[in-house]
Nanobody, 122 residues
């Protein structure tokens, strides 16, 4: 079972990136999905989460209005569209899957991807 995050890179402030997290080894269509990020020297923090159907989402205040989480269960993939990026968005972004919920804390997320680095230059 594997979650593979991709789409990170270097972008200027104000730019956009789209992260993808593809799952393999099993279907996660009934799992909640989340994106977290960790900047150097900081704790991992919540970014966005989505329930199993895609009908309900949750965002950190710092990204609300700029980021959009979505999912395609047929492709076993979750996305994070990031617009109006800021230097403070620079971090390694991780996707995760939770069998029972789509929470805002890392606790409960059973499966984690390896992370993809997003660097936003000023």
């Amino acid at each position: 079972v594997q979650l593979q995050a991709s789409g990170g890179g270097l972008v200027q402030a104000g730019g956009s990136l789209r992260l993808s997290c593809a799952a393999s080894g099993r279907s996660f269509s009934t799992y909640g999905k989340g994106w977290f990020r960790q900047a150097p020297g900081k704790e991992r923090e919540f970014v966005a989460a989505i329930n199993w159907s895609g009908g309900s989402t949750n965002y950190a205040d710092s990204v609300k209005g700029r980021f959009t989480i979505s999912r395609d269960n047929a492709k076993n993939t979750v996305y994070l569209q990031m617009n109006s990026l800021k230097p403070e968005d620079t971090a390694v972004y991780y996707c995760a899957a939770d069998r029972n919920r789509y929470g805002t804390t890392p606790t409960g997320y059973e499966y984690w991807g390896q992370g993809t680095l997003v660097t936003v230059s000023s």
